[in-house]
């Protein structure tokens, strides 16, 4: 069973520029959400997609977009990008039947 | 109401001692609580989880209590190693599956041999 893998590992952006964050899902789960995780922070829901349509959205502006594709994958989107956007971006997979979320390795964003 | 409040920030803890981190919320919706461990540079791996119906739940060294009157959980970690070393995050969720996790600011443990 292959456990959730994200890409890239490290990203150096600088403000104003577009990143795109991949994820693919553990095997088996349909549903992929994506949190941010501010240094020193707990992880912060941004939005969760299902059935390749986004399902729910945490308090983050519209620049922040995403797809899911009919194998489960997902991509996260950050346009415009700000300063305060540098942190660890993670992506967790589940079951549509099921509450436990299993994280990647995530994706360290430094804007500069 | 959504937010779920963690203490202690960081705890030191000598090797076989017993590590206490406690979680409380407000939200009565929620249904699930999950507890994280977390190692720097890497995503957080499920420890743990109950469900409110019981009061607690242990897996190995690593115990959760539930105490639904206080809207309070904790998470016990029996003859603590310098391996358990990380951040510890707790979470809740609501009922549905595809409710968001809200999680905890985290503690930090150190386990000292």
């Known amino acids: 069973e292959t456990g959730v893998t994200q890409s890239p590992t490290h990203l150096i952006k600088t403000r104003g520029q577009q990143v795109t964050l991949r994820c693919s899902s553990q095997s088996g789960h349909n549903t992929v959400s994506w949190y941010q995780q501010a240094l020193g922070q707990g992880p912060q829901f941004i939005f969760q997609?299902?059935?390749?349509?986004?399902?729910g959205r945490g308090n983050f502006p519209p620049r922040f977009s995403g797809l899911q594709f009919p194998n489960y994958s997902s991509e996260l989107n950050v346009n415009a990008l700000e300063l305060d956007d540098s942190a660890l971006y993670l992506c967790a997979s589940s079951l549509s039947n099921g509450n436990e979320q299993f994280f990647g390795p995530g994706t360290r964003l430094t804007v500069l | 109401q959504q937010q779920v409040k963690q203490s202690p920030q960081s705890l030191i803890v000598q090797k076989g001692g017993i590590s206490i981190i406690n979680c409380a919320y407000e939200?009565?919706?929620?249904?699930?609580f999950p507890w994280y461990q977390q190692f720097p540079g890497k995503g957080p791996a499920l420890l743990i989880a109950i469900r409110p119906d019981v009061s607690e739940k242990k897996e190995g060294r690593f115990t959760i209590s539930f105490n639904k009157s206080a809207k309070q959980f904790s998470l016990h970690i029996m003859d603590s190693q310098p391996g358990d070393s990380a951040t510890y995050f707790c979470a809740a969720s609501g009922a549905r599956n595809t409710d968001k996790l809200i999680f905890g600011t985290g503690t930090r443990l150190q386990v000292f041999p």
């Open positions: 939200n009565t919706a929620f249904d699930y």
């Open positions: 997609y299902y059935r390749e349509e986004e399902n």
